[in-house]
């Protein structure tokens, strides 16, 4: 495959995963601003009414676990993970609309309350990475000569941590259960006779 270079942005959402009093403040700011900002985000993935109402039970639930009541935290935790689902995919959303217009990424993360993390141009990446269904996606290698196996990782949030996943007799595997709306980068790596290879470059791509 060809090398070409290509800038990356990544639109960086910083919402913390607890306290859940940290996680109502950041979310309910990213929803006020992209309110605010609407001629900017004219089509969001649900309507910022919802997020707000999601928001507003999550309070409400958490408000209701310092009675100590048996099945509190339970309710609260799912309205968690509720709150947490709509802001990932406002987040994507906002990554759709800063790749469109590479030029203003900066101003439009910054109007959806997040920021930019603008990585320097790099070559392209041998990998391939085709959407299967919804949360599925198949990533395809350059086949090596001597290749034992493959090993595959992926990672939610720019390479600062990786899921390893199941590795493979040849040069593609399938991986399924990734969230939509969230850009996931992909690596590879050969196992010949003498070791593993070096971690290709990554390629990132925004599941469906």
């Known amino acids: 495959m060809s090398k070409t270079t290509l800038p990356i942005i990544y639109v960086v959402l910083g919402l913390p995963t607890k306290p859940v009093s940290a996680v109502i403040t950041r979310s309910t700011a990213i929803v006020n601003a992209m309110t605010a900002a609407g001629k900017m985000f004219p089509s969001p993935p649900l309507p910022y ?25 339970t309710i609260r935790d799912g309205k968690l993970a509720i709150v947490v689902a709509d802001v990932h995919q406002l987040h994507g959303y906002v990554q759709q609309v800063a790749n469109a ?17 603008k990585v320097a ?17 198949k990533v395809v290698a350059k086949d090596v000569q001597g ?23 040849q040069a593609s595997t399938t991986i ?4 939509s709306g969230v850009l996931t980068t992909f690596r590879q790596r050969v196992i010949t006779r003498v070791g593993p290879s070096d971690w290709s470059q990554p390629i990132s791509v925004l599941v469906s």
């Open 101 to 117: 217009s590479p030029a203003q990424a900066a101003e439009i993360a910054e109007a959806a309350g997040m920021s930019l993390r």
């Open 176 to 179: 399924p259960g990734l969230q």
């Open 121 to 137: 141009a790099r070559h392209k990446s041998d990998l391939a990475v085709k959407q299967v269904v919804s949360g599925t996606v």
């Open 147 to 169: 290749s034992c196996s493959h090993e595959w990782q992926y990672s939610t949030d720019g390479g600062k941590t990786w899921v390893t996943t199941p590795p493979t007799a």
């Open 49 to 73: 009414s919802t997020v707000t109402s999601d928001i507003s039970a999550l309070g409400s639930a958490e408000a209701d676990t310092k009675t100590r009541t048996a099945g509190t935290v």
